[in-house]
Each structure stands twice: as structure tokens, then as C-alpha cells.
């Protein structure tokens, strides 16, 4: 059954070093959504893109993350350099995001926990 | 401020009993209320969704309600069972003609047999 896919399920690294997280959307949706998870801020979105394009991320620290969608199978988000504070579970969604009820449930991925040292 | 509140101590129930879960909402005016699960090392799942101008909506043993003058849906659980053991997860959508969600913190529910 379609879903979404992350890569990797677990990343340590030490900080300062980049890490690159991936997300295939199930086909067919055009919306996807970088979420983050701690426990301190709960489930946090990050960015999202609809057919490819960044609508919004406003809650994404520009200086150090960046979100691209090269093509419509595969999301990535960067962090560079890593810090300790981004340590947390990132989740990818995605959904058909036309607007109206059927398209605003969301689909996520398993998540991505990253510790950075 | 706009915030999203969902109390924060796990619920804990018996089970056969009916689970309420509450979310509260400050400065929004959503166009839609959706609830998800979410088990331990895994993603949140979709639950229910309902609008703006619904008060009430159903599926199985879950029951949602949403009333816009309280600013308040509550989330509703009937003959629970252990397997509904889980953090439950509110979000509203800030306008309609974008996918966004807000999310609330989350309630853990624990069902006991």
C-alpha cells in the first residue's frame, strides 16, 4: 500500500557537520510538509511545498536548513552545520492539498531521529 | 497569541470506558479540525476531520465535536480498549485553501485492561 518513505531512520553525527534527510511522498500528492518533534515544542512544521514549490517556511531557520523538492518522487531537507539543538525526530507528510476537507489529511512518514553530538 | 492547547497529563482510563480528549484553541479561526494518533517511534496517523460549520462527526467508536464559539473540540472514544493506548494529536488548519496544519502538544491515553 502507498506511503511515505524517509531515509535515514537514524542519523548521529557530530555537530557542524551537514546532514541531508529524504522523503518520498506517495504518488500522486503534490503537497509536501518538513515537520519537527521534540518533546519540549511537540510536532513543529518546518516548510512545505505544493507541485514543487515552497509555499511557506517560516518556521525553518534559514541560515542553517534548507528544503528543495528536485522532482516530484523525492524532498530533502539540509541542515548545515549541525548543532546539538536540532537534535529531534523530523517527520516528512504529504497530501493532495487543493484545498477542501478530503485534501488536508495528511500522510507521514516514519520519521528520521537525529542526535547531533 | 495564537496557541493550541491539549492537556498535557496522560489520560488514564479503564477499560470499556469512554475516553474524552480536549483541544483548545486561542486566536484561530480554523476552517478545519482534524485528530491523529501517534504510537511510540512512529509517525502520526490520521484519524478525523471536521468543519468549521459541522458540530459533530463520527466514525466507528470515535466521536468529534466541534464547537467555534468555545473555541473547543472534544474527542471521544467509546468502549476503549487497550489497543487505543496512544498520544492523540489536534491540529487545525488556519485557512482553507492551504494544506497547513498546526499541531497541538498531544494527550496520552492509557487504556487499562
Known amino acids: 500500500d502507498a506511503r511515505v518513505t524517509q531515509t535515514p531512520r537514524d542519523k548521529v553525527t557530530e555537530m557542524g557537520q551537514e546532514v541531508t534527510m529524504r522523503c518520498q511522498p506517495i504518488?500522486?500528492?503534490?503537497?509536501v510538509f518538513w515537520y519537527r518533534q521534540t518533546m519540549m515544542q511537540g510536532l513543529e512544521l518546518l516548510a512545505y511545498?505544493?507541485?514543487?514549490?515552497?509555499?511557506?517556511d517560516s518556521g525553518m531557520p534559514k541560515d542553517r536548513f534548507s528544503a528543495e523538492m528536485p522532482d516530484a518522487t523525492l524532498a530533502t531537507l539540509k541542515i548545515q552545520p549541525s548543532e546539538p539543538r536540532d537534535s529531534a525526530v523530523y517527520f516528512c507528510?504529504?497530501?493532495?492539498?487543493?484545498?477542501?476537507?478530503?485534501?488536508?489529511?495528511?500522510?507521514f512518514g516514519p520519521g528520521t531521529r537525529l542526535t547531533v553530538l | 497569541s495564537q496557541k493550541i492547547e491539549q492537556n498535557s497529563e496522560a489520560l488514564n482510563i479503564q477499560e470499556g470506558k469512554t475516553a474524552t480528549l480536549t483541544c483548545n484553541y486561542t486566536?484561530?479561526?480554523?476552517?478545519?479540525l482534524q485528530w491523529y494518533r501517534q504510537d511510540p517511534g512512529r509517525g502520526p496517523v490520521f484519524l478525523l476531520l471536521?468543519?468549521?460549520?459541522?458540530k459533530e462527526k463520527r466514525k466507528e467508536r470515535l466521536k468529534v465535536t466541534f464547537d467555534t464559539t468555545l473555541k473547543q473540540s472534544l474527542f471521544h472514544i467509546t468502549a476503549s480498549q487497550p489497543a487505543d493506548s496512544a498520544t492523540y494529536l489536534c491540529?487545525?488548519?488556519?485557512?482553507?485553501?492551504?494544506?497547513?496544519?498546526?499541531f497541538g502538544q498531544g494527550t496520552t491515553l492509557q487504556v487499562k485492561p
Open positions: 504518488l500522486g500528492h503534490n503537497t
Open positions: 491540529a487545525l488548519t488556519p485557512s482553507s485553501n492551504t494544506g497547513k496544519l498546526i
Open positions: 486566536n484561530y479561526s480554523p476552517a478545519y
Open positions: 507528510a504529504s497530501g493532495l492539498g487543493q484545498g477542501g476537507p478530503l485534501s488536508n489529511e495528511q500522510f
Open positions: 471536521i468543519r468549521e460549520n459541522e
Open positions: 511545498f505544493r507541485n514543487r514549490a515552497p509555499l511557506d
